[in-house]
């Protein structure tokens, strides 16, 4: 058995232990992939603990509730507050949050309509996503051969663990050929995401990434990048975005909650730019480390303090 993550996790209201915080095997979530979730990092701001854009995740996982129809019988708020009293209960300084919303035990069969619906909060200690060096020197990629599914299909503006079947096969498919990360297509080629970060990429100076309708969550962190790109003065646009524009970028980042901002030295074996991070990352990844870590003026207050 893998090691306990937390002393406590938030189940409907209340504190369980880790050890009772198990599910059914009847859950319709396991069955059906019925579950919708959150991944938000608390950082250390030097003695005091912030979340960072904790509302806005909130906000999304209410969202995903939405569009597949699950009441959550709770108020954003009330799951705001129960994200800020796990950390404390497990007394972390940083540490990544999940939050999650699923159909639980009910009726059997694909209709969840009928099944309560259960929300929970893990808290746990999750280092550098893509490995510690990731941030400084970049990392490796491959066009995955799994393209994202159509966003008529499963939506990828919700946060449904159904999707991750498709990041799944993404990541396995890059992790088995020697690869950090997958990078999959929508459906038409063009680009789309990577199986658990957004993508953005950097030509003459120009921050590029593709929009909402190129099947990707529109993430949080990408939402950031924008706003900061503002601050900076990048010049920023949302486009389609080809596969061989990858290739011939000055400089391709990842960037996602537990990603952060991490460079992307190499697609398909092919060199990016110079093959390491780039200014333009450089300058982003900067900013976005300080805003998050309390060292840069919080203008828009993203950050909830513990
Ligand atoms: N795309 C996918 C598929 C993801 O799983 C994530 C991580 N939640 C992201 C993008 C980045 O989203 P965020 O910045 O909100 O973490």
């Known amino acids: 058995m893998s090691k306990k993550l937390c002393e406590k996790i938030w189940r409907n209201g209340e504190f369980i232990n880790w050890e009772d915080a198990t599910v059914h095997i009847c859950t319709h979530a396991i069955h059906y992939g019925s579950s919708?979730?959150?991944?938000?990092?608390?950082?250390?701001l030097g003695g005091r603990s912030g979340v960072f854009r904790l509302k806005d995740h909130v906000r999304r996982?209410?969202?995903?509730?939405?569009?597949?129809?699950?009441?959550?019988?709770?108020?954003?708020?009330e799951v705001v507050?129960?994200?800020?009293?796990?950390?404390?209960?497990?007394?972390?300084?940083?540490?990544?949050?999940?939050?999650?919303?699923?159909?639980?035990?009910?009726?059997?069969?694909?209709?969840?309509?009928?099944?309560?619906?259960?929300?929970?909060?893990?808290?746990?200690?999750?280092?550098?996503?893509?490995g510690e060096e990731a941030l400084e020197k970049g990392v490796e990629m491959q066009i995955s051969s799994w393209q994202r599914n159509a966003t008529n299909t499963t939506p990828s503006i919700a946060k449904c663990a159904a999707n991750y079947a498709s990041g799944a096969l993404i990541k396995m498919e890059a992790i088995s050929n020697g690869f950090s990360e997958g990078i999959g297509l929508d459906v038409s080629g063009n680009l789309s995401e990577g199986s658990g970060e957004n993508i953005f990429m950097v030509r003459d100076g120009v921050v590029q990434t593709p929009g909402i309708s190129h099947s990707i969550l529109s993430g949080i962190t990408r939402d950031t990048v924008i706003k900061l790109a503002r601050e900076l003065n990048i010049p920023m646009l949302e486009r389609t975005?080809?596969?061989?524009?990858?290739?011939?970028?000055?400089?391709?980042?990842?960037?996602?909650?537990?990603?952060?901002?991490?460079p992307v030295r190499a697609i398909d074996?092919?060199?990016?730019?110079?093959?390491?991070?780039?200014?333009?990352?450089?300058?982003?990844?900067?900013?976005?480390?300080?805003?998050?870590?309390?060292?840069?003026?919080d203008k828009w207050g993203f950050i909830s303090r513990v």
């Open 241 to 262: 975005i080809s596969r061989a524009e990858l290739y011939t970028a000055d400089e391709v980042f990842a960037c996602g909650t537990a990603a952060e901002i991490t």
């Open 81 to 130: 507050n129960a994200c800020l009293e796990a950390v404390r209960v497990n007394k972390f300084k940083a540490c990544y949050l999940r939050p999650i919303a699923y159909r639980d035990f009910g009726p059997m069969g694909v209709n969840p309509l009928k099944n309560p619906v259960s929300v929970d909060v893990i808290t746990w200690d999750w280092g550098k996503y893509l």
């Open 269 to 297: 074996h092919i060199t990016i730019g110079a093959g390491a991070r780039g200014p333009v990352t450089t300058r982003i990844q900067k900013a976005y480390l300080d805003l998050v870590t309390g060292k840069l003026e």
């Open 61 to 77: 996982l209410f969202d995903s509730a939405k569009i597949y129809r699950m009441e959550i019988r709770f108020s954003q708020e």
């Open 36 to 44: 919708v979730f959150e991944g938000i990092r608390c950082y250390d």
